[in-house]
C-alpha cells in the first residue's frame, strides 16, 4: 500500500515537469514568432512609429476665416519673382500650386492662372512679377480689385518665399507674409505652398483684428 502511494506521488510529479518542459517550449515558440515579425517586417502586427506619420497641422487653414477682411474680392495670383537657388519653372508650378491651396480657403474670386495668362500673353505682358508697380499694372488688365505676388529663394535646403497683396485700385501693399520651408524640392511644392498659404492668410487675420 506504502509502495503505490510513493509511485502515484512519483508519477504526479513527473507529469508536472512534462507540463513545465511543454509550458516553457510553447512560450519560446510565441517569442521566436514575435521575432520572426519584425525581422521580416509584419506591419500587420508591429506598430510603425509615429514620425512617419505626415504633419496635419500644416494642411488645416487658419480659424476665423468668416472676419477674413477681403472677402469676396476678385484676386489674381502671378508668378513669383525667381530671386537665386531656384529655377523658374520650379517657381511657376509653386506659384500653381499656391493658386490651388488658396483657392480652398474660399475667402476671395481667384481668376484662373490658365485664364490670366491667356489675357496678358495677348497684351504682350509678363505673368511673372516681383514688384506693387508690375503686380498693379497686371491687376488693370485682368480687371481684378488685389494681385498676389512675391519671390522665392533657395539655400542649400532652406527655401523662402514673400508673398504680398497689392489692392489695384489703390496702389498699396494691404498684406505681405514670408515664410521658410527646410526640405526637399518637391515638399516645398507640396507643403511649403500649403504654408505660404496659411501664413497669408493669419497675417490677413492679424491685419482686420488690428484695424
Same mark, same amino acid.
Not at 83 to 99: C, I, L, Q, W
Not at 113 to 131: H, P, T, Y
Given at each position: 500500500m506504502k509502495s503505490s502511494k510513493r509511485f502515484s506521488f512519483s508519477?504526479?510529479?513527473?507529469?508536472?515537469?512534462?507540463?513545465?518542459?511543454?509550458?516553457?517550449?510553447?512560450? !519560446? !515558440?510565441? !517569442?521566436?514568432?514575435? =521575432? &520572426?515579425?519584425?525581422?521580416?517586417?509584419?506591419? &500587420?502586427?508591429? #506598430?510603425?512609429?509615429?514620425?512617419?506619420?505626415?504633419?496635419?497641422?500644416?494642411?488645416?487653414?487658419?480659424?476665423?476665416?468668416?472676419?477674413?477682411?477681403?472677402?469676396?474680392?476678385?484676386? #489674381?495670383?502671378?508668378? =513669383? &519673382?525667381?530671386?537665386?537657388?531656384?529655377?523658374?519653372?520650379?517657381v511657376a508650378t509653386f506659384a500653381d500650386r499656391f493658386e490651388v491651396e488658396f483657392a480652398k480657403a474660399n475667402v476671395q474670386r481667384p481668376v484662373s492662372r490658365s485664364k490670366m495668362k491667356e489675357v496678358l500673353d495677348l497684351q504682350k505682358f509678363s505673368a511673372s512679377c516681383g514688384n506693387a508697380e508690375c503686380a498693379i499694372e497686371a491687376g488693370q488688365l485682368l480687371n481684378v480689385e488685389y494681385m498676389i505676388y512675391g519671390s522665392v529663394s533657395r539655400i542649400n535646403r532652406l527655401s523662402t518665399v514673400n508673398v504680398y497683396m497689392t489692392s489695384?485700385?489703390?496702389?498699396?501693399?494691404?498684406?505681405?507674409?514670408?515664410? &521658410?520651408?527646410e526640405g526637399s524640392p518637391e515638399g516645398f511644392i507640396k507643403n511649403?505652398?500649403?504654408?505660404?498659404?496659411?501664413? =497669408?492668410?493669419?497675417?490677413?487675420?492679424?491685419?482686420?483684428?488690428?484695424?
Amino acid at each position: 500500500m506504502k509502495s503505490s502511494k510513493r509511485f502515484s506521488f512519483s508519477r504526479l510529479r513527473s507529469w508536472g515537469a512534462v507540463v513545465a518542459v511543454i509550458g516553457t517550449l510553447l512560450s !519560446c !515558440c510565441s !517569442c521566436a514568432v514575435m =521575432f &520572426d515579425e519584425v525581422m521580416h517586417g509584419d506591419t &500587420d502586427t508591429v #506598430a510603425k512609429p509615429e514620425l512617419t506619420k505626415p504633419s496635419s497641422r500644416e494642411e488645416r487653414l487658419p480659424p476665423g476665416l468668416d472676419r477674413y477682411p477681403f472677402k469676396g474680392s476678385t484676386v #489674381a495670383v502671378l508668378t =513669383f &519673382d525667381v530671386r537665386g537657388g531656384v529655377s523658374a519653372n520650379e517657381v511657376a508650378t509653386f506659384a500653381d500650386r499656391f493658386e490651388v491651396e488658396f483657392a480652398k480657403a474660399n475667402v476671395q474670386r481667384p481668376v484662373s492662372r490658365s485664364k490670366m495668362k491667356e489675357v496678358l500673353d495677348l497684351q504682350k505682358f509678363s505673368a511673372s512679377c516681383g514688384n506693387a508697380e508690375c503686380a498693379i499694372e497686371a491687376g488693370q488688365l485682368l480687371n481684378v480689385e488685389y494681385m498676389i505676388y512675391g519671390s522665392v529663394s533657395r539655400i542649400n535646403r532652406l527655401s523662402t518665399v514673400n508673398v504680398y497683396m497689392t489692392s489695384v485700385e489703390k496702389g498699396e501693399v494691404v498684406v505681405s507674409a514670408a515664410v &521658410d520651408y527646410e526640405g526637399s524640392p518637391e515638399g516645398f511644392i507640396k507643403n511649403g505652398a500649403k504654408r505660404a498659404v496659411n501664413a =497669408f492668410l493669419k497675417s490677413a487675420l492679424k491685419k482686420r483684428a488690428s484695424e
